[in-house]
C-alpha cells in the first residue's frame, strides 16, 4: 500500500487506555469500579452523541464530568469535590496501549501520514499524548472542539480532512469504537476496527469495517500488505 496514506487515530479507547482511572476508583469504591467506571464512559458518549445532536456544544471535559455526577448518583456512590477533581485529572494522564508506541513508530518509519483525531479539546489531547510519550510521533493532532460538534457527525470528519489536507479515498481511521468506525466510512474515509477483545461487538449495521484488528501492530502489519 502506498505509504503517503494519511491516518487518523481516534485517541479515547484507541490509543489511550481509559481503563486507566480503575486503580484509583478500585480504591474509593472497591467492587463497584469496573462497573462504575464502564458507565461513565458510556454515558460520557452518550451526552457527546445528543449534545452533537441538539446544536447544544459543550466540551468533551465536560460531558465526562456531567457524566461522573450521574455514575455516581446511579451507583449511590457519594464522592467528595476533591476525589471528583482527582478523577477527572486523571483523565489527562491516562496510559496509552502497550502496543501503541512501537506500531506508531513502525508507520512513522514508513512514511505514513499519522494524526491523531479526537472530541477532546486540542490543549488535553496534547498534554494526554505527551504524557504517553507518543505526541512528537504524530503529524499533528485534529480536535473536533474547533468546530464545536463531535464525532461521528459528518462534519467532524470533514474538519479532520480539511485539516490532514487530504481526499476521503486517501484517509483512514482507526478506531475501537464501531461508533467512529461507521461515521468515518459514512463520510467518505476508509476505517479500521480495533477489536482488542473478543467480548467486543461491532455494531449490526449494513456499514462494515474496511479492516478489523486485534490490535495496533495487526494494523501495522495489515496497512503494509
Known sequence: ???????AFDVYGTLIDT????????????DKAKSFSQTWREKQLEYSFRRAAMVNYVTFATCTLYA??????YYNVSLSKEQKDELMSICKVLPAFDEVKEALTELKKDGFRIFAFSNGEKATLEKLLDNANIKDLFLGIV???DIKTFKPTPGAYAHFLRQADVKGEEAWLISSNSFDVTGS??????????QRS???????WEIKPTLVVNSLLDFTKKIRD
Open 19 to 30: 481503563n486507566g482511572v480503575l486503580v484509583l476508583l478500585e480504591q474509593l469504591i472497591a
Open 185 to 194: 466510512i459514512s463520510a467518505g474515509m476508509k476505517s479500521a476496527w480495533v
Open 1 to 7: 500500500m502506498s505509504k503517503n496514506i494519511t491516518l
Open 143 to 145: 480536535s473536533v472542539d
Open 198 to 204: 473478543s467480548d467486543m461487538i461491532f455494531d449490526p
Open 68 to 73: 461522573l455526577e450521574y455514575t455516581c448518583k
